[in-house]
């Protein structure tokens, strides 16, 4: 090692040990109700945290004896902050919060995840796997997590709990990803291809989201998780503009990222539109409309692939996409119960509002198919 990546070392490893200490006073703090205490503690773990993962990236250079033990470590005093905090909430409240319930138990299946992963490295004479973003992005929401709940915060603390859940499962699905491929065989996903399949991958999320109450009625649902889902579906938008513009800017375009891309919308989308069907925002021939168009383009893409054709994306179909983005966003927003208030006969004009965007969308984007296939005439004549 150079004298500078040793000094680095030794530096993490005492702001590491601080992080851990730091722990202790939390529990005493949390059963006496001195949140403020509470909560300068968990600050300085957070801002450690943040500076071990992003500035030394201590997970990365550490050796992995120390590595395993001080992880492990940290994820039993994360776990055992969040377990102190359920169970006096429970004790107090006389009610078990279940997306806190969710988050021990996730909390408690990484650390052990992660523990039995290094020992089998160690035992096999590996080094480990380096930190992805995920992972440290994770790390980060779980910090934040504990300290508005450590604030008790009752209007934040599910949103960031959902958003740590979210966090931890796109983490869990980047480390599966990197441990399984072959790199003798593969080359590591590009950032711009990570954000595009970060939208697949987080689209069965927003499917339990949506439906968390278990009820399809979707003005049943808490206003917490039609904040969440809005948000979602606001991220769903932001990567699918991020990914062509990084790929683009940083040389980055790819075979993979042009039919991912159409795809990971396709999917996020239609994912989108079957949850308003089963709400009542829209009907079924709007929603077998859309499906029809997009199976159909796919087809024409797979076709124009054989005779070694890649079909770039049509401006009507960057039209389609924009306006069945703005349609969602306007019956997610629409759909808030703080709309119902504001508003004068928001009741009356919702009767209409979501099947009227519906219609716009499926006429917008019926239109886009016709277009694709109006311009691939040199393809369909192979076969027509």
């Known amino acids: 090692m150079s004298r500078l990546t040793v000094d680095k070392l030794l530096y993490g490893r005492i702001l590491r040990i601080l992080y851990i ?11 006496d109700e001195y949140e403020k205490l509470a909560a300068v503690n968990i600050s300085i773990i ?15 250079i550490e050796i992995p004896y120390y590595q395993l033990w001080l992880s492990f470590v940290e994820a039993i005093f994360v776990f055992a902050v969040m377990l102190c905090i359920f169970i006096r909430d429970s004790i107090t409240e006389n009610e078990l919060e279940k997306m806190l319930a969710v988050g021990c138990a996730l909390l408690l299946s990484r650390a052990v995840a992660r523990t039995l992963y290094m020992l089998s490295m160690l035992r096999e004479g590996k080094s480990f796997l380096a930190s992805g973003f995920w992972s440290k992005a ?13 604030l008790n915060l009752e209007h934040y603390q599910q949103i960031c709990m959902g958003a740590t859940v979210l966090m931890l499962f796109a983490a869990g699905v980047s480390f599966g990803y990197r441990y399984y491929r072959d790199p003798m065989h593969r080359k590591p996903l590009s950032v711009c291809n990570q954000l595009t399949m970060s939208r ?34 606001i991220a769903f938008m932001v990567t699918d503009f991020l990914d062509g513009y990084l790929a683009r800017k940083w040389g980055e375009v790819s075979t993979l990222g042009k039919y991912l891309d159409p ?41 124009a692939a054989s005779e070694k054709i890649i079909m770039p994306a049509r401006q009507s179909g960057k039209w389609k ?64």
Do not use: H
């Not at 957070?46 to 990365?60: A, E, K, P, T, V």
């Not at 994770?138 to 450590?150: E, P």
């Not at 009820?215 to 917490?224: A, C, M, R």
């Not at 499906?291 to 893409?301: C, G, I, K, Q, W």
């Open 21 to 31: 200490f730091a722990f202790l006073p939390v529990f005493y703090f949390i059963w």
């Open 46 to 60: 957070l801002i450690i945290s943040w500076y071990l993962q992003f500035r030394i990236r201590q997970q990365d």
């Open 138 to 150: 994770a790390t980060i929401s779980i910090n934040v997590t504990m300290l508005v709940y450590v």
């Open 200 to 233: 697949i991958v987080l689209t069965p999320v927003f499917l339990w989201v949506f439906f968390y109450d278990g009820d399809l009625n979707y003005q049943n649902n808490s206003l917490v998780f039609k904040i969440l889902a809005l948000v979602m579906v």
């Open 263 to 303: 795809f990971s919308d396709k999917i996020s989308n239609m994912t989108v539109f079957l949850c308003f069907l089963a709400s009542g925002y829209t009907a079924v021939w709007m929603v077998a409309l859309i499906y029809f168009r997009e199976a159909s383009v796919e087809t024409l893409r797979t076709l």
């Open 321 to 384: 996409t924009a306006i069945q983005g703005a349609g969602i966003l306007i019956i997610l927003v629409g759909a808030l119960d703080p709309l119902y208030t504001l508003i004068p006969n928001w009741t009356e004009i919702w009767e209409y509002l979501p099947y009227s965007v519906m219609a716009i969308i499926t006429f917008v984007t019926i239109a886009s198919g016709i277009d694709y296939f109006a311009s691939s005439k040199d393809v369909l004549k192979k076969y027509v």
